[in-house]
């Protein structure tokens, strides 16, 4: 009598832990699936950042060559005007076109929200004053809700690499854009600082009467250039292509780098992750080892 009821509370010792056995064994294999899962983001995040690397290599290298490329050119050529600074011409700014530029895809950090902060920011001033021209999926997909009725185009699905050809038809697309009432142009894009480092810039430029009207009082180089009706709109357009070629460049490069930069952190955000998981498997195992082990002493103590 005495051993059966040490077998009978032997079987219920063994009988107690079976739902701890169980959720252990649940718990294992969601930690399994978990691990699983987080290991594929980590290789994916992985490659993403060397694609990220590649690219922004060639953009900074395409920077380097082309930021010098016409820009400040007719404001030098205005500044050098000794007439045209003693006239000292100031326009009154009644309505400005803003031109935010954003990617056209994501997982880049916060370069896009930064650029759109900064438009709603000063749309929010006064919205009478403001027209939208908006350059890339994420600024299309953040501003046109917010602000229907300001918005007169949208461009996206940009052709990479960028070039001067691609970026000076978005540069024509934006001067169709600017009507009679439209006094200014306001470009907002992301300076290429350094890799880890981009900062939003704002570039003002004059619609083409009030341009014009400052070209006319260029004097200097009326003998090299003499057909002047013909040339101060030429002149115009070379001076908001060169200034949004020179704004894409700067973009393009912050973009890769943010891109890179923040695959590099999902990385080893990942990399952590898996290390706790790991840990947390382990310890599950080990308890249900522990729980077997238990059973068996059970067992041979009831026998």
Same mark, same amino acid.
């Given at each position: ?8 509370? +032997? ?23 978990? *691990? ?20 922004? #290599? &060639? ?5 380097? !060559? +082309?930021? $010098?490329? +016409?820009?400040?050119? @007719? ?9 045209? &600074? ?6 009154? @700014? !009644? ?29 929010? =001033?006064?919205? %009478? ?14 501003? &046109? ?13 940009? =052709?990479?690499? @960028? ?6 038809? /978005?540069? $024509? ?11 200014? /142009?306001?470009?907002?894009? %992301? ?43 030429? *002149? ?9 070629? $020179?704004?894409?460049?700067? !973009? ?8 890179? !930069? ?13 290390? #706790?998981?790991?840990?947390?498997? %382990? ?13 068996? @002493? ?6």
């Amino acid at each position: 009598m005495q051993r059966l009821q040490g077998a009978t509370l +032997g079987l219920w010792s063994s009988f107690t832990p079976v739902p701890q056995y169980a959720f252990a064994t649940l718990n294992l294999k969601q930690l399994k699936q978990r *691990m699983k899962s987080v290991g594929s983001i980590r290789k994916i995040t992985k490659a993403m950042k060397m694609v990220a690397a590649s690219k922004m #290599k &060639q953009d900074v290298q395409r920077l380097e !060559n +082309g930021k $010098h490329f +016409g820009i400040r050119s @007719i404001q030098d050529l205005f500044a050098q005007e000794t007439y045209l &600074q003693k006239k000292q011409l100031t326009f009154k @700014i !009644n309505k400005t076109l803003i031109v935010p530029i954003t990617s056209d895809k994501g997982l880049c950090g916060g370069i896009n929200s930064s650029i759109i902060r900064e438009t709603r920011s000063i749309v929010r =001033q006064n919205r %009478n004053a403001y027209k939208l021209f908006l350059v890339g999926e994420k600024s299309l997909g953040a501003l &046109q809700r917010a602000f229907p009725e300001l918005l007169t185009q949208a461009i996206t699905a940009i =052709q990479t690499p @960028i070039n001067f050809a691609n970026s000076s038809s /978005i540069a $024509h697309q934006i001067q169709l854009n600017v009507t009679e009432d439209i006094d200014q /142009i306001s470009v907002i894009f %992301n300076q290429f600082k350094n890799v880890v480092q981009q900062v939003v810039k704002r570039v003002d430029l004059l619609n083409r009467k009030n341009f014009i009207a400052q070209f006319r009082l260029v004097t200097k180089y009326d003998t090299a250039e003499p057909e002047k009706e013909f040339v101060q709109n030429y *002149m115009y357009e070379y001076y908001v292509a060169t200034a949004f070629y $020179h704004a894409m460049l700067n !973009n393009f490069a912050s973009e890769t780098s943010s891109r890179m !930069n923040a695959m590099e952190n999902a990385s080893k955000n990942a990399g952590e992750m898996l290390d #706790k998981l790991t840990l947390e498997y %382990n310890k599950v195992r080990q308890a249900k080892i522990t729980v077997e082990l238990c059973e068996i @002493i059970s067992g041979a103590s009831a026998v």
